[in-house]
């Protein structure tokens, strides 16, 4: 059988959808907890993908810090993204002495346990579905694994690829999170693979380890694992 990664589509596996797409900026004031809303109208939390800049093109940008940033008070600047049914939440820690314009991106996924329609999104400089210059993820597995609420006791699921595929993952964060670490009082956050609760893949398995101290502890993780590697 021919490998599935050597297509560039597969009608054999789901082709992961992108149902949520926006971007913009916003003023980060000089503060240890700020926060920005971005009304999404969904109905319920999507999986976003978040990226950031301090300028309009992207030329330098970070991805969203983890709960598990180590030391991450001694930063200058930090934004993270959440999801909750109703909006898109950026918290902000700015210690730089000075206020900041924040660029963000954000995409979102439609989560294993949400099957609704959603109005159709288009990129303004792409007008194709589907456009052969480009690879498609090709989705193998998605779900939500419940995570153990003992600290250091891992949750696994098994893919059998035999290779390591690409995965995303979000943490689930629970409302009893410190204001600190969580200030929406819980939603869905991306969680890169090796941070938050040290997600591993393996040529068989995704791991979750649950969280070293209870202060960053989350309920679920959310995985979608594709066949490209």
Request: charged letters at 15%; one cysteine or more; hydrophobic letters at 35%.
């Amino acid at each position: 059988m021919a490998d599935p990664r050597n297509f560039l589509l597969n009608t054999d596996y789901q082709l992961d959808k992108i149902i949520y797409i926006t971007s913009g900026s916003f003023t980060a004031t000089v503060t240890f907890t700020g926060e920005y809303d971005i009304s999404h109208s969904l109905g319920f939390a999507p999986l976003p993908i978040f990226q950031w800049s301090l300028t309009s093109d992207f030329a330098i940008c970070y991805e969203a810090a983890s709960s598990g940033t180590v030391g991450w008070e001694s930063y200058g600047l930090l934004c993270r993204a959440y999801s909750d049914k109703t909006n898109l939440r950026i918290s902000y820690y700015n210690n730089t002495g000075g206020n900041k314009t924040i660029y963000y991106r954000i995409i979102g996924f439609m989560p294993s346990n949400i099957n609704v329609d959603v109005n159709p999104t288009a990129i303004a400089a792409d007008n194709f579905v589907f456009n052969t210059d480009y690879n498609y993820l090709k989705l193998y597995m998605s779900g939500i694994m419940e995570l153990n609420t003992t600290i250091g006791v891992s949750t696994s699921v098994t893919h059998n690829l035999g290779y390591i595929p690409r995965v995303f993952c979000w943490e689930e964060l629970g409302t009893t999170e410190s204001p600190l670490i969580v200030p929406m009082g819980g939603g869905v956050e991306y969680n890169p693979i090796g941070e938050g609760n040290g997600t591993i893949v393996t040529t068989t398995q995704l791991t979750a380890v649950s969280a070293t101290d209870s202060y960053y502890q989350a309920e679920a993780l959310h995985y979608r694992i594709y066949l490209d590697s």
